[in-house]
């Protein structure tokens, strides 16, 4: 089963807002990270956050973590046309062994020019 | 650009062939992955080496057999796939362990006719 489930599962948005992608996750993890796919690409990882951390920033990026509710926000701001890809959450489950990530369904964002 | 690189980019075989799936990383890494993507899905683990050794197979079918020859090399080697494992196959790498970044090559397209 999916460890990780994120919504919406897609959003559109105009050149200049801010996009919101959440990540919900079942179990005790390590630490989440979050990736980007362009279509028919391969993943780009774009941050990582340790399950003792709360927020951590990465240029236009903004993703938090709270481990209470477990889930996590990923906030790309001030969107651009180039920002348009499906965006994965990935946990890194602390039953799991090491290095087994379990990603989420992913959310297909669209920003349109 | 990711420093994982994988071979070739598309590959057409037929479900009696024999063909493989090749992965290169030269980043001191000494853990190393396979994953598989369907279409519209998130990637699912197959295998994960550490130390040149199997240390995950998520049950992976025997007609998928990985090989790790070296710490900087990841093969998949492929016989008498189905129609059904056509999907975009990535390979990772990371710092062995836990908790470290997982870094993905741009994926190998297997067609099975």
């Known amino acids: 089963s999916q460890q990780g489930e994120e919504d919406p599962q897609a959003l559109s948005i105009q050149e200049g807002e801010n996009a919101t992608m959440n990540c919900s996750y079942k179990?005790?993890?390590?630490?989440l990270q979050w990736y980007r796919q362009n279509s028919g690409r391969g993943l780009v990882h774009l941050i990582l956050?340790?399950?003792?951390?709360r927020e951590k920033h990465s240029g236009r990026l903004r993703v938090t973590l709270d481990t209470s509710k477990k889930s996590s926000s990923l906030l790309i701001t001030a969107s651009r046309a180039a920002d348009t890809a499906s965006y994965f959450c990935?946990?890194?489950?602390?039953?799991?062994?090491?290095?087994?990530?379990?990603f989420g369904q992913g959310t297909e964002l669209s920003v349109k020019p | 650009d990711t420093e994982v690189t994988q071979t070739p980019k598309h590959l057409v075989m037929g479900m009696t062939n024999k063909k493989s799936l090749k992965c290169e990383q030269h980043m001191g890494h000494r853990a190393m992955y396979w994953y598989k993507q369907k279409a519209k899905k998130p990637p699912e683990l197959m295998f994960v080496?550490?130390?040149?050794?199997?240390?995950i197979n998520e049950s992976v079918p025997s007609r998928f057999s990985p090989e790790c020859p070296n710490s900087s090399l990841l093969n998949l080697h492929l016989h008498a796939l189905q129609p059904e494992d056509s999907a975009l196959y990535l390979c990772?790498?990371?710092?062995?362990?836990?908790?470290?970044?997982?870094?993905f090559g741009e994926g190998s397209w297997l067609t099975v006719v």
């Open positions: 990935a946990t890194d489950a602390s039953k799991n062994q090491g290095g087994k990530l379990i």
């Open positions: 179990t005790s993890i390590n630490n």
């Open positions: 080496y550490s130390y040149e050794k199997l240390s």
């Open positions: 956050i340790r399950s003792n951390e």
């Open positions: 990772a790498s990371s710092r062995a362990g836990r908790g470290n970044t997982i870094y």
